[in-house]
C-alpha cells in the first residue's frame, strides 16, 4: 500500500484528525503525535493537525474555529472517502457529519479526561457542552469510543457514550541506569490546574516535610490560583521543558509527584502521561489514587498510589522513599523502567487502536 500512495494511485485508507499537536505542550498532544507515528509503521495514515503555539500553548481561538473548515476541505479533496476517520477528542465529534452518508466510514473517537468531563464544570458552558455531547452520542451511535483509562470511559458513559475499548496510553521516554543518587528535591510536571493538586500540594502537604525538602514545578501556568501558590518558600517555577531536560529532572528528583484531588467541579486526570514517562525515566512516581491514574501506574511496580487529598499519608509517602538506601533505590527503579518500558508501548497503543480499525476493511 505504501509504494501506491507514494506514486498517487491510492489514498490512506485512515485519516486521523486532531486539534492536539506539538509545539503545544500536554498528554493530548504527545498522544496525538505519537500515535500518529507509530501507526504510520503499520500502514500509512492521512494526518489533519492543528498546530499549537510555539510557547507551548494551545491553538488561538480564530485557529480553533478555522480549524473545521480545514477539516472539511480536506476531507472534500479526497477522491474517496475514508475507510476509517479517527478522531482525536470527544471535542470534534461533529466532524463527522458531512460524512455519514452512505455508513462507508467507520467513525473511532478518542476519549481522554477533560473532552469527557467537561460538562461536571456545571455553569452555561458545562451544560451546553455536555447538550453538545449527548447528541453526538444519538447521531453517532455506531462510533467506536475508544477511551484513555476505565475512568474516562466510565465519564463518557455520563453522556451516553460507551467506550468500546480501553486503550491506556505509552511513553517512549528513557533515562541512563539509576546510581540510587537523588536532589532532594520533588518534581510536579504538567499543567497547573486545580484537579492536578499541585497547589493542594503546596498548602497541605509540604508544611509536614522537613524543611530541607523543596519542589520544583515543570510545566505551564493556567488556573491563576494555582500559578499564585507558586510564589511561596521552598518552590521553583521551571517552566515548559523540552523531553531531554525533563527526563533528566524526572531522574533527579526525590519524588515525581501527581497528587491529583477531587474537586467540586468533578475533573478528573483521563490518564496521567507523567506518570509512564517518568518511571521510563528513571522516576520514582507517587500519585494519587484517583481517575486516570490508576491506569498509568501499575502500583508498587511502576511507582506508588497515594490516597487522594490525604496529605499526612502524602507527608509518609514522601519520607518512606526518602529512607531508602541507595540499593533499594536503585533496584526499584531499574525494575520499574522495565516495567514502563514493556507495558507502556506505543507499538501496544498503535496496535489496539488499529485492531479496531480492521473493521472498516
Same mark, same amino acid.
Given at each position: ?11 490512506? /485508507? ?52 478555522? =480549524? #473545521? ?92 457514550? /460507551? ?13 541512563? %541506569? ?9 518534581? =510536579? ?37 494555582? /500559578? ?13 521543558? #523540552? ?27 483521563? =490518564?496521567?502521561?507523567?506518570? #509512564? ?58 525494575? %520499574?523502567?522495565?516495567?514502563?518500558? %514493556? ?17 472498516? /476493511?
Amino acid at each position: 500500500m505504501a509504494s501506491d500512495v507514494a506514486s498517487g494511485r491510492r489514498e490512506p /485508507r485512515i485519516v486521523f484528525v486532531t486539534r492536539k499537536w506539538p509545539p503545544a505542550v500536554g498528554g493530548m498532544e504527545t498522544w496525538s503525535y505519537r500515535l500518529a507515528q507509530s501507526l504510520q509503521a503499520i500502514e500509512p495514515v492521512q494526518t489533519i493537525a492543528l498546530p499549537g503555539r510555539n510557547d507551548g500553548m494551545p491553538p488561538s481561538a480564530w485557529a480553533l474555529l478555522a =480549524f #473545521p473548515f480545514t477539516v472539511l476541505v480536506r476531507l472534500l479533496a479526497r477522491r474517496a472517502k475514508p475507510e476509517v476517520l479517527h478522531l482525536g477528542d470527544m471535542a470534534l465529534w461533529a466532524l463527522a457529519l458531512p460524512i455519514l452518508g452512505g455508513r462507508t466510514t467507520r467513525i473511532v473517537i478518542s476519549a481522554h479526561g477533560t473532552d469527557v468531563s467537561y460538562p461536571r464544570r456545571g455553569g452555561i458552558k458545562g451544560r451546553l457542552y455536555g447538550a453538545y455531547l449527548r447528541l453526538g452520542a444519538r447521531l453517532l451511535y455506531r462510533a467506536t469510543v475508544v477511551a484513555n483509562s476505565h475512568a474516562t470511559a466510565e465519564i463518557a458513559a455520563e453522556s451516553g457514550w /460507551r467506550a468500546a475499548a480501553v486503550v491506556p496510553l505509552a511513553t517512549d521516554m528513557s533515562g541512563p %541506569a539509576p546510581t540510587g543518587q537523588h536532589d532532594g528535591t520533588l518534581l =510536579f510536571a504538567g499543567r497547573l490546574l486545580e484537579h492536578k493538586g499541585c497547589g493542594w500540594f503546596l498548602r497541605e502537604v509540604m508544611p509536614l516535610l522537613p524543611a530541607e525538602v523543596s519542589l520544583r514545578v515543570a510545566g505551564t501556568g493556567w488556573d491563576a490560583a494555582e /500559578r499564585a501558590a507558586l510564589c511561596g518558600p521552598r518552590i521553583e517555577f521551571l517552566g515548559a521543558l #523540552p523531553q531531554k531536560p525533563l527526563a533528566e529532572a524526572y531522574g533527579r528528583a526525590l519524588c515525581v509527584i501527581m497528587p491529583n484531588i477531587v474537586t467540586p467541579r468533578g475533573e478528573v486526570e483521563g =490518564f496521567g502521561l507523567v506518570a #509512564p514517562e517518568a518511571a521510563a525515566a528513571g522516576g520514582v512516581v507517587l500519585a494519587a489514587d484517583h481517575g486516570g491514574l490508576r491506569d498509568a501506574v501499575l502500583d508498587g511496580e511502576t511507582g506508588f498510589l497515594v490516597p487522594s487529598g490525604d496529605a499526612q499519608a502524602w507527608a509518609a509517602a514522601v519520607q518512606r522513599i526518602a529512607a531508602w538506601t541507595d540499593a533499594q533505590r536503585t533496584a526499584f527503579i531499574e525494575r %520499574a523502567q522495565a516495567r514502563a518500558r %514493556a507495558h507502556f508501548s506505543w507499538a501496544r497503543v498503535a496496535a489496539q487502536v488499529h485492531s479496531l480499525y480492521e473493521g472498516a /476493511r
